[in-house]
């Protein structure tokens, strides 16, 4: 195992702080303090909180798609039964112990205006797992795949929301029976 960078240090600092705590709640001061390093080692690699947030919702995007296609592809080896194992995916991450929703609904929520750089971040991650379940799709022959991968997209938002909102962490296993019917539709 390899020791994180010190810009390492404070992502995994910062993301743990803000999506638990929230982005405009978590100060500096706390992201410092939790990464072990200075106010001014912190404003080398991230010249303001904005930044800072930033780079943690990019690199959050990256590690979770990684994440969650590996999990799909691993949960299922045919196209049509990966888009039933999304849902299954789905669970796995709400059981965690640590879930606390999306961090991409949660920047969206505290950065309402469209042009903020979280909120287009946002809007890309929602943007990626629809083009990756738009693949699905695709390699599994349905007919009208992009209007498919934006109902199971639908599905998987609406997901998240009651799991971390309401608590109802089978919710991706109703989730999973809606995109059966659509896809036996």
């Given at each position: 195992?390899?020791?994180?960078?010190?810009?390492?240090?404070?992502?995994?600092?910062?993301?743990?702080?803000?999506?638990?705590?929230?982005?405009?709640?978590?100060?500096?001061?706390?992201?410092?303090?939790?990464?072990?390093?200075?106010?001014?080692t912190?404003?080398?690699?991230?010249?303001?909180?904005?930044?800072?947030?930033?780079?943690?919702?990019e690199?959050?995007?990256?590690?979770?798609?990684?994440?969650?296609?590996?999990?799909?592809?691993?949960?299922?080896?045919?196209?049509?039964?990966?888009?039933?194992?999304?849902?299954?995916?789905?669970?796995?991450?709400?059981?965690?112990?640590?879930?606390?929703?999306?961090?991409?609904?949660?920047?969206a929520?505290?950065?309402?205006?469209?042009?903020?750089?979280?909120?287009?971040?946002?809007?890309?991650?929602?943007?990626?797992?629809?083009?990756?379940?738009?693949?699905?799709?695709?390699?599994?022959?349905?007919?009208?795949?992009?209007?498919?991968?934006?109902?199971?997209?639908?599905?998987?938002?609406?997901?998240?929301?009651?799991?971390?909102?309401?608590?109802?962490?089978?919710?991706?296993?109703?989730?999973?029976?809606?995109?059966?019917?659509?896809?036996?539709?």
């Amino acid at each position: 195992m390899t020791t994180p960078t010190t810009r390492e240090r404070i992502l995994n600092a910062a993301f743990a702080l803000f999506y638990k705590g929230g982005f405009h709640a978590t100060g500096v001061d706390r992201v410092v303090e939790a990464a072990g390093v200075t106010r001014m080692t912190l404003y080398k690699y991230f010249p303001s909180k904005e930044d800072l947030i930033v780079a943690v919702l990019e690199r959050r995007n990256v590690q979770w798609m990684e994440w969650f296609k590996q999990r799909v592809e691993a949960l299922a080896v045919e196209p049509k039964e990966r888009l039933l194992a999304i849902y299954d995916a789905l669970l796995e991450w709400f059981s965690e112990e640590d879930f606390c929703g999306c961090a991409f609904i949660n920047a969206a929520a505290e950065f309402s205006s469209r042009e903020h750089p979280a909120h287009r971040i946002a809007a890309d991650h929602v943007r990626g797992i629809r083009a990756y379940i738009y693949e699905l799709c695709l390699e599994s022959g349905v007919k009208e795949a992009q209007s498919l991968a934006t109902q199971l997209t639908l599905l998987v938002d609406g997901a998240v929301v009651v799991a971390y909102v309401g608590g109802d962490l089978q919710c991706a296993t109703l989730a999973k029976e809606a995109a059966r019917t659509l896809l036996e539709a």
